[in-house]
């Protein structure tokens, strides 16, 4: 399981010209997922990503997280994430998890994220979708869950 989390003053998700989701200060999160990933994994991401000491203090210093500057979430899924480059100039998502178990892993991570963030807002699973957001910063830290030893 891949997040790309980005401190954004605001970010947004629109599918068709119509808003589906909007934040003003918080992490717009891309999603990667996995045919190996588990609830389990998920829940250890996002306690991490919930965690993250990532906002700057009344000192400046990058010391208070998501819940600490009361922020909320954008949750984009992006199997892209998965991409692989190391053959040819195309990139090959074989790597990516199949539909059916993404989806239920999407779901499920925007359940559990609703656990610590009382307002969750997400893309839709499988759309075309247009983001635009602030990065505050810029700001952005990868979480890999197996960089981390979660798999």
Known sequence: M???????????VDIDGRRVGA??????????ISDSDT???ADKMISKMIRLR??????GKTNLDLQAVDGRLLIVS???LYADCRKGNRPSFIRAGAP??????????????GE????????????DM?????????????LDSDELGYS
């Open 116 to 127: 610590y963030v009382p307002d969750i807002q997400h893309g839709e699973f499988g759309a």
């Open 2 to 12: 891949r997040f790309v989390i980005q401190r954004a003053r605001n970010a947004s």
């Open 54 to 59: 990532i906002f700057e203090d009344e000192n």
């Open 39 to 41: 609830e389990e994994i």
């Open 23 to 32: 934040i003003d200060r918080g992490f717009m999160v891309l999603v990667g």
């Open 78 to 80: 992006q199997f892209t």
């Open 130 to 142: 247009k983001v635009t957001f602030t990065n505050d910063g810029p700001f952005t830290i990868v």
């Open 100 to 113: 059916d178990h993404a989806e239920r892993m999407y779901e499920y991570i925007l359940r559990k994220c």
